[in-house]
């Protein structure tokens, strides 16, 4: 069953804008990761958060961790066409890894 | 390498056939995974072999058999499937097994299926 839920479900915006996608879970977690996937196919792992951990970045990349209210956040600074994709978040329990519905982010030029 | 592939990339299969999916990963990974994604839908988790034994079978339909002949092999072999079986299938694996929890998963490309 899907745990997590991203907001919004749908983002448009510029290149050199920043883009800002939230995902709320509803149980307990041991981590939190973040997906890219383009045009249906794989998906490619772009960040991971430990439940433990508040904050982490990666490049453009920016997460934010809330377990007290159970909701993440990634944040795309600069974005670039190249961008343009579907964005997941997925929760990790002990032995699984459960997506959310994801968001279509498009980047125009 | 650093890479999972999935063959075929497409399939096309009646519903009285028998066809099997094939995915390989050379990383030395402990678990393996295989996921079915409808269009416009998260992927959803079919099946989980931890150290090529089968851990979490997500109540998938008998039609659908995994097999993982060994630690780099994983198949999912289809018979009798349905139009609504039709989806992407991706295969992932992971470095630190089944309960790790410090890395990510590695995707495949997947095999897009069509059941006619």
């Known amino acids: 069953s899907q745990q997590g839920e991203e907001d919004p479900q749908a983002l448009s915006i510029q290149e050199g804008e920043n883009a800002t996608m939230n995902c709320s879970y509803k149980?307990?977690?041991?981590?939190l990761q973040w997906y890219r996937q383009n045009s249906g196919r794989g998906l490619v792992h772009l960040i991971l958060?430990?439940?433990?951990?508040r904050e982490k970045h990666s490049g453009r990349l920016r997460v934010t961790l809330d377990t007290s209210k159970k909701s993440s956040s990634l944040l795309i600074t600069a974005s670039r066409a190249a961008d343009t994709a579907s964005y997941f978040c997925a929760t990790k329990g002990y032995s699984t890894l459960t997506f959310g519905k994801g968001t279509m982010l498009l980047v125009s030029p | 390498d650093t890479e999972v592939t999935q063959t075929p990339k497409h399939l096309v299969m009646g519903m009285t056939n028998k066809k099997s999916l094939k995915c390989e990963q050379h990383?030395?990974?402990?678990?393996m995974y295989w996921y079915k994604q409808k269009a416009k839908k998260p992927p959803e988790l079919m099946f989980v072999y931890s150290y090529e034994k089968l851990s979490i079978n997500e109540s998938v339909p008998s039609r659908f058999s995994p097999e993982c002949p060994n630690s780099s092999l994983l198949n999912l072999h289809l018979h009798a499937l349905q139009p609504e079986d039709s989806a992407l299938y991706l295969c992932?694996?992971?470095?630190?097994?089944?309960?790790?929890?410090?890395?990510?998963?590695?995707f495949g490309s997947g095999t897009r299926l069509t059941v006619v």
């Open positions: 958060i430990r439940s433990n951990e």
């Open positions: 992932a694996s992971s470095q630190d097994g089944l309960g790790g929890q410090l890395y990510g998963y590695t």
């Open positions: 149980t307990s977690i041991n981590n």
């Open positions: 990383m030395g990974h402990r678990a």
